[in-house]
């Protein structure tokens, strides 16, 4: 014989489905962008190696009052494209899959701390930047900020642009 329902008593029926695990994608998100990181400081270091041992032409110090801000200007030409050229396809990346402008700040900045930092602390304890006339120093300056901010503009950028799908549904 059956038990009888209590009247006016509504019954769940019990859900023993497992769902996902957010941490495990977390940690994979985390590890990938990591190990994007620091593709990109490798790609980084080749391509500003390279650009650093570009020649100078004698035609392009010609345009400038002195030698030193001659070579500065080319050199900031220089790294500014090679930091574009490498920034660009992280920025895609970054961009398509959802990271926020935040995420690359993030990376950019902590590669920052973790790379250039030390060696700023080291010079400033040394007092060897002190000997640095005012156009090397706003070089370093322009280079840090630059080295900083470019990743995170890009992604800004890409978010921006509207999309290539303009299919709307049935």
């Known amino acids: ?5 209590l ?23 985390a590890g990938a962008c990591l190990g994007l990181l620091c593709a990109y400081y490798y790609a980084l270091t080749l391509v500003e190696g390279y650009a650093a041992a570009l020649p100078i032409p004698p035609r392009w110090i010609a345009f400038f009052p002195s030698r030193v801000v001659g070579f500065l200007s080319l050199s900031v030409l220089f790294d500014t494209a090679a930091l574009v050229l490498v920034s660009l396809p992280v920025a895609v990346l970054l961009a398509r899959f959802g990271g926020a402008t935040a995420v690359a700040l993030i990376m950019t900045t902590a590669l920052f701390v973790v790379t250039v930092v030390p060696s700023l602390i080291e010079n400033f304890n040394r007092g060897a930047l002190a000997g640095f006339h005012t156009p090397w120093r706003l070089y370093m300056a322009f280079g840090c900020l630059e080295f900083i901010a470019v990743l995170p503009l890009l992604v800004w950028l890409l978010r921006r ?3 290539n799908n303009r299919w709307r549904g049935p």
């Open 161 to 163: 642009l509207p999309s």
């Open 1 to 5: 014989m059956r038990r009888r329902r």
């Open 7 to 29: 009247s006016g008593v509504a019954v769940r029926p019990l859900n023993f489905t497992v769902r996902g695990q957010p941490m495990r994608k977390q940690l994979l998100l």
